[in-house]
């Protein structure tokens, strides 16, 4: 499996429900980020967490780092229909010869209904 | 205004035709990278630069140039298209300090076509 894969593959929720994402990885890193992206367009960051934090919080997005599981998770709170879009996490190796690499995850496509 | 701009944003070549996809950040970042957006697979990295004249391999290098003689821009060359380079293409950037890399910032995309 890749570096950064998340899980699961699609979520379909109703609005005002919580969604939760799943992302692991492999090797270690810097820094891990989640980016959101609507259908086709750029990528819009959304929250970064370096390896040495546990959890952030911006607005109705939280999000966890295990470093020792290897994993992070993003809690989007209190959905609604325009956190319709593609999720994606993507981390950020420690240092040695890839340091720079940036590996994204294939992604988590939310659907939220209102 | 803060962006990454990518042009041309639409192109269609036919294999073997070399081309350019020029990429330009107006806020002073030390890091720009190139990305490939395919179905199924996320986003894979090409090159990416920290810093002028500062370049490295992504995962999928493979028939793809890069430059990064000013700091500002990021050219992302094809000497020789194929139909496999058919793809959703992103530049980013972003600043690059002692904690590591912060957040990238995207350009809009370009949707290549190789016929």
């Known amino acids: 499996s890749q570096q950064g894969e998340e899980d699961p593959q699609a979520l379909s929720i109703q609005e005002g429900e919580n969604a939760t994402m799943n992302c692991s990885y492999k090797t270690s890193i810097n820094n891990l980020q989640w980016y959101r992206q609507n259908s086709g367009r750029g990528l819009v960051h959304l929250i970064l967490i370096r390896s040495n934090e546990r959890e952030k919080h911006s607005g109705r997005l939280r999000v966890t780092l295990d470093t020792s599981k290897k994993s992070s998770s993003l809690l989007i709170t209190a959905s609604r229909a325009a956190d319709t879009a593609s999720y994606f996490c993507a981390t950020l190796n420690a240092g040695g010869t890839s340091y720079g690499k940036l590996t994204f995850g294939q992604g988590t496509i939310l659907t939220v209904h209102p | 205004e803060a962006q990454v701009t990518q042009n041309p944003r639409y192109l269609i070549t036919v294999t073997g035709k070399k081309l350019t996809v020029t990429c330009s950040q107006n806020?002073?970042?030390?890091?720009m990278s190139w990305y490939r957006q395919d179905p199924g697979l996320g986003l894979r990295q090409i090159y990416y630069s920290m810093n002028v004249e500062v370049t490295d391999k992504g995962d999928v290098p493979e028939g793809y140039k890069v430059s990064r003689k000013e700091k500002r821009n990021f050219p992302l060359i094809l000497e020789s298209p194929s139909p496999n380079q058919t793809s959703l293409y992103f530049c980013?950037?972003?600043?690059?300090?002692?904690?590591?890399?912060?957040?990238?910032?995207f350009g809009p995309g370009t949707r290549l076509t190789v016929t």
């Open positions: 980013a950037s972003s600043l690059s300090g002692r904690q590591g890399l912060y957040e990238q910032y």
């Open positions: 806020m002073n970042h030390e890091y």
